[in-house]
């Protein structure tokens, strides 16, 4: 290979990796006022967890994308409902709670849970119920937004919808449905990919250390009690600090069968770098549905980081976030999807 040719191979290969650099701050989406909160608490002396807390957090608050958050996503009733995780990549704690409801702070209910109790995750409304005791205000999640939304649709005889097998035809009318005598072939509708967006973000310390977490109300016109794969450990999201971590974000209905986030982690484990760790995640699903809406995130333990989309028509890039210092702002980055 000629020396020119050599060069110019190395460079896109670093390019294609990023700069390895710790501590780092990397997010789904171009959701940069997310990544500069987790940076600041990074900064500031604060550790991963409070750092990936703050990040989460500010994306609740924003609403970011109206997919993350009080007043987006609203359920076949109407209502919005959070799901969120956490994950101590030194500890391997995690806390979760799914299907919350009344309460904006989901990330903040998911650490209260890996560090308030000895359980995993929480639902529902025992879920809010837990967030109460622990301090969180119970307000109405529903905005003019969000109830817009439910109105249109329910005029629209509630379409899309989740619903099969059913009648009357879910195709053509509303809920209340009974389930139809006989199951027909196996499809999955084509994800609408502008009805959900996760913040899903990875922090590491300069040590290494790393935290993970998730925040979203999950996908439109749901099924009310639906949980997607944010939460789902090893699907969501992953941290292990001994390994790197993962995020994902897409239809987590599909994504959460395959854990892809656990599988990207093991596979840097065994010294995959994060981008074809990321790739092979994503192929993994892709066997089985090549038409599914997803993305995910990966960073190793020296600060290299990845990302990997499944290419579906209107969704040919992913964009996501990256704070390493390389820069005094977060850095947009994308990767064209496969
Ligand atoms: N994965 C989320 C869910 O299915 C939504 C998203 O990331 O877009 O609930």
């Not at 009733?77 to 956490?86: N, P, V």
């Not at 409801?101 to 000895?118: F, P």
């Not at 499809?187 to 290494?208: C, E, R, V, W």
């Not at 897409?250 to 395959?258: L, V, W």
Request: net charge negative; with cysteine.
């Amino acid at each position: 290979m000629p020396t020119s040719l050599m060069f110019f191979t190395l460079i896109s290969c670093l390019l294609a990796l990023g700069q390895a650099s710790l501590p780092l701050v990397i997010n789904t989406w171009s959701f940069k006022n997310a990544t500069a909160a987790a940076w600041a608490v990074l900064q500031s002396g604060g550790s991963v967890l409070d750092a990936v807390e703050a990040g989460c957090d500010c994306c609740q608050k924003e609403q970011c994308d109206g997919s993350v958050g009080y007043g987006g996503s609203p359920d076949e009733s109407g209502e919005t409902t959070l799901d969120a995780m956490i994950m101590n990549g030194n500890t391997m704690e995690v806390g979760a709670v799914a299907d919350l409801r009344r309460i904006k702070n989901a990330i903040g209910v998911a650490r209260a849970v890996m560090e308030r109790t000895e359980h995993t995750m929480l639902v529902a409304e025992s879920a809010t119920v837990f967030a109460e005791n622990m301090g969180f205000i119970a307000e109405d999640l529903t905005t003019v937004k969000s109830l817009n939304i439910f109105t249109q649709w329910l005029k629209g005889n509630c379409q899309p919808n989740y619903r099969k097998n059913v009648c009357p035809n879910p195709s053509e009318s509303c809920p209340p449905y009974k389930p139809q005598g006989k199951l027909g072939p196996k499809k999955h509708l084509p994800t609408n990919i502008h009805s959900h967006d996760t913040i899903g973000m990875i922090a590491f310390d300069q040590y290494g250390h790393v935290a993970a977490g998730t925040s979203t109300n999950g996908r439109t016109h749901k099924v009310p009690g639906r949980v997607g794969d944010s939460p789902i450990v090893g699907a969501g999201a992953y941290a292990d600090s001994s390994a790197g971590a993962a995020a994902a974000t897409g239809d987590g209905d599909i994504m959460m069968r395959f854990l892809p986030s656990y599988l990207a982690v093991e596979l840097m484990r065994a010294g995959t770098d994060p981008s074809a760790a990321c790739k092979m995640a994503i192929s993994r699903i892709k066997r089985h549905y090549v038409g599914f809406f997803g993305a995910i995130i990966c960073a190793n333990t020296t600060g290299h980081y990845g990302a990997a989309c499944n290419k579906v028509p209107g969704f040919l890039q992913f964009h996501y976030m990256v704070s390493n210092g390389e820069s005094d702002e977060p850095l947009l980055k994308s990767v064209d999807c496969f």
